[in-house]
Each structure stands twice: as C-alpha cells, then as structure tokens.
C-alpha cells in the first residue's frame, strides 16, 4: 500500500522534481530566480519548459494552463493542448520556454475597473515561479500574474508579490541596524484556517437561494441549532470522514499541507487548517483548496458552502490569517528572542505591526469586505468590524513598563531599558485564547480573524504585508545613521506604545460596550458595511502609503474600488431578485394552497355540524392570509427598489442605495416568509427548511 509519504506532491513540478529533472547549470539558475528574483534567461526557461512538459507528460497531462486570480476572486484558467502538428501527419508534444514565462489569454471578460480598455483587451499573464507548478486533471497549471498590457495588475498575485517586496526590502533595513549583515531575504508566511458547510446535493438542488446565491435568503429557526454546542469538536461523521480522507489525498497529492480539520460550532460547519506557507503560495494553496473542497464534495453528493454566512442565526464561516515574518535563515521575527538584543528586535517589529494595524484600520477592513463577510463581522460570532490587537496580558505588562519607564511586574529592575534587559519568557499558552479579537497576538505570529471564508486571502496579507513595510521604513528612515542606537531605538519604541495603544484591546471583542468605547472614547473606525468602507480605499493617506511602495498605482486603486462595489451590488442585487422569484413563485402560492385546504376543511366540517366554531382554521387562514399580504407588497416594493438602482449616479451612490434600502426590504420580506414557514404544514412547505439542511449529512 502507498503511504502518504510516496504521494505527497506527487502532482507537484517541485524542487525534489526539479533536481532529477534539469542540469545542475538549469537548475542553479532557476534555483536562483526562485530564490533571490533574479530574471531567467530564455535558454534556462526553454530547458525548464521541456522538463515541465516532459514530466506533466509522464502523469497523463494533455494541456497546459497559465493559472491566475483575477479581479473576480476565484480563479481562471484558460488551457492549451501541448499537441503540435508533426510533417508524417501525426504529433508531437511541445512546450516552449516562451509559451512558459507568457501567455497572451484572451481576458476581455474579467473585470478591469475601466484599467483595460478594449484596443488592448489583450492582458497578458507572466510565470510566477516561485510557486510551483503542478497537475489538475490532464492539464499542466503553471501559477501566473495576470496585467494588462500597460503594466496594469489585472490580480490579486502582482499586489501580492510588490507587497512581499516591499515588506522585504525595508525588513532588511532593520535588520542591518541590528547588525545582521547576514539576512539575504525576509518573507512573510501564511497558516490559513478554512471553515466551511457540507449539505447535501439533493438538499442543496431544492433551493434556488443556495444555487444561485450560495446562501440561505430564507429560513425559519430549526427546533435545534448550535445551543448544545455538541458539534464543535465532535465525532465526525462517516460521510463527513469520507470526503476529509479523499480531500486530504487530493491536497497532499498536489502538495498542499492540509494538517487539521475538525467539527466547528454550527451544525454541517467544518474547519481545515493547513501547515503555514510563504505568503503567496498559501495564497495559491487556499484557492486550489477552496477549488477541490467543492469538488470533492460533488464526488460524495454533497456540496460545499463557502459563503460567509449560508444560515441566518447559526455561525457563520471565516478564515483565520495567521501571519508572521521570517528570514532566509529561519528566524521568526515575531518570536521573543532569549538575548536582550533580540528582544530589542522582536519588540521593534511587534511595533511595526501595531502601528500598521492603528495607522491602517481601515484598509484591513476593506482586505475583508463583501457582502458575504458583512453578515458576519460584528454578529456575535466573528469579530467585530472596529479593528483592534490583542497582545495578552504579559506582553501587554512589557509594553506599559516601557511605556511608563517603570519596573516590569516580577523583575527587579528599575526599567525596561531596550538592549540591556532580558524580557520575561511568555507563557505562549495563555496569550492565544481570545476568539473575540480581531487581530491576535498568539506567540509567535499574528492571527487576522476577519477574513470571511471565501475570500482570498491576497487581500488582507497585500493591505497587511504594505502597511508593516511602511512602518518598518519610518523606523528606518529614523534609525539609519543615529548616533545613540540604542537611545533612538527606545524612544521609538517608546513613542509606538504612546501614539497607538489605543489599538491594543484585551478585552471582550463581542460585547457591545466594546464598540461604544472603541468609537466613542478611543476613535476607532467602525465600517459596518462594505459600502461604509470601500470609498476609504481611495483616502489620500492610503493612497499615499499604497503608491509608495508601488504596491497599486492609483489607477489600480481606482479600479479596485470600482470592481468591489459592483461586485458588492451585483451579489445583493441577485439575491434581491431570487428573493422575489422564491416569495413569488414558491412561498406566496404554498401558503396560499395550505391557507385554502384549510379553510376547505372548516368548511366541510360546517357543512357537517354548522355548531362547529372552527377557531382554529379560521385563526391560521386568518394568520397567513396577512402574511401572504405582507409578502406581496414587500415583495413588490423588493422588485421596486432593485428597479430603482439604475438611477444611481455612480457606483458609490448605487451601493449606498442597497446598504440603505434594499437591504433593509429584503429582511422585511424574510420576516413575513418565515413566519408563514412556522404556521405552514410541513408537507406544504416548497423546498428544505433549516432542520433538514443543517442535519442532512448523516
Ligand atoms: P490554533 O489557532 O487552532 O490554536 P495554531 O495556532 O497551532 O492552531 O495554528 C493555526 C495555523 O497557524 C496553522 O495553519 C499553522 O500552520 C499556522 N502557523 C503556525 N506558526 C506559524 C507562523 N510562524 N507563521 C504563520 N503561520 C503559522
Ligand atoms: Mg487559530
């Protein structure tokens, strides 16, 4: 029997492949570009395409793709056959160097924010080789950027990769002033938890709100929810153990290093959590898992939810972010260190991340915003959509003393003076048990818990990746060249604490005192919405700080902004209308063919003993035949307020429309629906209610 360990990458043109597959000189090369950016010179990248071809050959592959992440969020591939016609009539399977490093799709259909206009609707996609290629079905997928052909980033992996660049470039900076000549590169790294639903596909065929929209837009409480928290951590079940073992085998095949999974809180809701990895990759690693969780789920005739949140009133789905940063040699530099120096260091980038976090609330809000995620944040199940840090109650004690220039609890010293003191070693056990803070400080590495569940998560490691650099290169802009090091160093240090504290939030994220006072007494932002959020990504300060270190152009930025927003109304507005067609075409005409067997009813029990009272007929059909009122006129007034959107004036305007009014109509409609589902029979009722979505897996 093969063992996990024969397997593992087995679909992965990776380094082990690489070495058997190039010439040392091809290989040393490559090595190089993989490493430290180099440019590839054409004659390696032929040898390197020949291998690739020769190899993806081998394991049955027909095509090749230049796989890529446009603006939409998933990913698109577009494939070529390696076929090419031979002079005896046949073929022969090719693949060149050039046809590697670039490929010209035909991408007039992605979204673009206005950044490609039609004479060059051509975009081009460029080989990232820093993240490996690797096999899906019979065809080759080499991971790509995608721009347009001005220069423009078309995706989510160019901002990506400038903002792994950037945090680079001034990391090392910081470094070398702490005397560490050695460092060639830093990366910053990525463990993303993914939670997810698994329903099953008779189910999940019955209602329309779920194909068309991936969420529930209807639904009633079920009798039974999350109360018992029974789920979280259970035993899995035999169905559910089924699709974890074929999806695990598929992830490991593809060299994905898929670890934990586990029941989540909700009923139907799973998490999976994969070994961390270099930014991008994890980045590369979450779509291709997202991909194959739904389609292993078709495999076993179930269906996979991403959505942020497919049931109203049971935990919705996230993904945890965990981040930290890294050198070449292996050095965590969120990790306290055991000499005074190091520590001096360590706190130096724990205070890069907490200026970055206060200085840049806002563009962490908006790495995170959908209409999706705006259903959880700040529902008493995810974090609050107020961004603070949660550092624990020992590093919380360091920061103070420093702060304060007084003596660190259990240390004799007078104060903590940076590069003399040795911090106190930190129990790592109790610093990561808040679930209630957005960004937490767990040891050694920093979790964003914000992110919705099918969200790339190139977006917030871009926003967070750009904003430590840049808090980074005001540190070293100030320290290169002083005098006192050590004085500058802690009086920065010192500074950080004083200026931003307000940030750092120990307490209870999900309590409603936390916002008032967050708001009210420390300033910070609150974006409730997408639409409250998103004009802020193109604020001066963010703008600045973006194009600074060239991680957007401000046409970029614009076109982002653009391509969020319509995609924010886009969503709502289909769930708008599938709303309507369902209250319509299924609710409305259910209810109404209850209402009338019931009056029926009475009425042949009248015709039987006209003494009858029959309150009970008359009270439901009195009941429903109210609801079935409500849910025309709401549903009317739903239809007019979609229609009334195309008198927006822009798509700012247009999406503070449907924050404000469509929204606002589409819960109104929900209410009367449910209320019908909870007096209607059963058998009546036109599709699965909660209670056999939530439980159907068994
Ligand atoms: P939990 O959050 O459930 O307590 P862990 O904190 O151990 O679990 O790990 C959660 C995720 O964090 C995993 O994907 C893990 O690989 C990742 N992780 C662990 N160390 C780091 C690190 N230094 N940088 C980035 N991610 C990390
Ligand atoms: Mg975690």
């Given at each position: 029997m093969s063992t996990v360990k024969d397997y593992f990458g087995s679909l992965v043109f990776d380094d082990r492949v690489m070495k058997a597959t190039l010439s040392d000189k091809v290989y040393a090369s490559l090595k190089k570009t993989i490493d430290e950016g180099t440019e590839l010179d054409i004659s390696v990248a032929n040898a390197v395409a020949s291998a690739m071809k020769d190899w993806a050959v081998s394991k049955g592959a027909t095509h090749y793709t230049h796989w890529f992440q446009p603006l939409t969020g998933i990913t698109a591939e577009k494939h070529d056959s390696f076929i090419s016609p031979s002079p005896d009539g046949g073929v022969i399977m090719e693949f060149s160097g050039k046809e590697l490093i670039k490929g010209e799709p035909d991408a007039s259909s992605f979204p673009s924010g206005g950044l490609r206009a039609t004479f060059e609707a051509r975009g081009y996609t460029a080989w990232d080789p820093t993240s490996y290629a690797f096999i899906k079905g019979k065809t080759l997928c080499i991971p790509t950027a995608f721009c347009s052909y001005g220069g423009h980033a078309l995706d989510k992996k160019t901002p990506l990769l400038r903002s792994m660049e950037a945090l680079n470039k001034q990391a090392v900076r910081i470094l070398r002033l702490f005397g560490n000549d050695s460092v060639k590169r830093v990366t910053s790294s990525v463990g993303p938890e993914q939670e997810y639903f698994l329903i099953t596909k008779e189910m999940h065929e019955q209602r329309p709100d779920l194909r068309f929209t991936g969420r529930t837009l209807f639904g009633a409480k079920p009798p039974?929810?999350?109360?018992?928290?029974?789920?979280?951590?259970g035993v899995i079940k035999p169905r559910v153990a089924a699709f974890m073992e074929e999806l695990n085998d598929e992830l490991w095949k593809l060299g994905i290093l898929a670890k934990t999974e586990h029941n989540e809180v909700a009923p139907a809701q799973h998490e999976l959590a994969p070994i961390y990895a270099t930014t991008n990759i994890a980045t590369d690693h979450n779509q291709l898992t997202m991909e194959i969780m739904q389609k292993v789920a078709a495999k076993h005739g179930l269906v996979c939810l991403l959505h942020?949140?497919?049931?109203?009133g049971v935990n919705g789905s996230g993904k945890h972010n965990n981040w930290s940063i890294a050198t070449d040699?292996?050095?965590?530099?969120l990790s306290p260190g055991a000499t005074p120096y190091e520590n001096a260091q360590f706190l130096l980038f724990l205070c890069a991340v907490i200026k970055a976090v206060d200085d840049y609330q806002d563009l962490l809000r908006i790495s995170v915003a959908t209409a999706g995620n705006d259903h959880r944040l700040g529902a008493n199940e995810a974090p609050p959509a107020v961004v603070s840090i949660f550092l624990g109650d020992e590093l919380n004690a360091v920061l103070e003393a420093i702060e304060t220039d007084t003596p660190y609890k259990g240390t004799e010293k007078t104060q903590m003076k940076l590069g003399v003191d040795v911090l106190p070693k930190f129990n790592r056990d109790t610093t990561d048990r808040n679930r209630t803070s957005p960004f937490a400080f767990t040891g050694n590495k920093f979790e964003f818990r914000m992110l919705g569940s099918s969200n790339s998560i190139a977006c917030a490691n871009i926003m967070l990746n750009s904003a430590v650099a840049e808090s980074l290169k005001t540190y070293a802009d100030r320290l290169?060249?002083?005098?006192?090091f050590e004085t500058a160093l802690h009086e920065m240090i010192q500074k950080t604490i004083k200026d931003h504290?307000?940030?750092i939030f120990n307490g209870n994220g999900y309590d409603e005192s936390w916002i008032k006072e967050a708001t009210e007494k420390r300033g910070l932002l609150n974006y409730r919405t997408t639409a409250d959020c998103m004009p802020h990504l193109l604020d001066k300060k963010n703008v600045e700080m973006l194009t600074s270190h060239s991680i957007f152009t401000e046409a970029e930025l614009k076109s982002r902004y653009e391509i969020m927003l319509e995609n924010y109304c886009k969503t709502i507005i289909i769930e708008a209308n599938t709303m309507v067609d369902m209250a319509k075409t299924q609710i409305a005409p259910a209810v109404e063919a209850y209402s009338a067997d019931v009056a029926k009813a009475a009425a042949a029990k009248k015709a039987l003993?006209?003494?009858?009272?029959c309150s009970y007929e008359t009270g439901i059909v009195r009941k429903l035949s109210a609801l079935t009122d409500r849910i025309a006129v709401k549903a009317e007034e739903l239809e007019n307020a979609v229609i009334s959107l195309n008198k927006a004036e822009d798509i700012g305007a247009e999406s503070d429309m449907i924050r404000d009014t469509v929204l606002n109509l589409m819960g109104q409609l929900r209410l009367a629906c449910d209320e019908a589902e909870t007096l209607t029979a059963k058998t009546y009722w036109p599709f699965p209610v909660y209670a056999d979505l939530l439980f159907s897996v068994k």
């Open positions: 039974k929810g999350q109360e018992m928290d029974d789920h979280y951590f942020e949140k497919p049931f109203a040699a292996g050095q965590n530099l290169e060249g002083v005098a006192d504290k307000h940030i003993d006209s003494a009858l009272v």
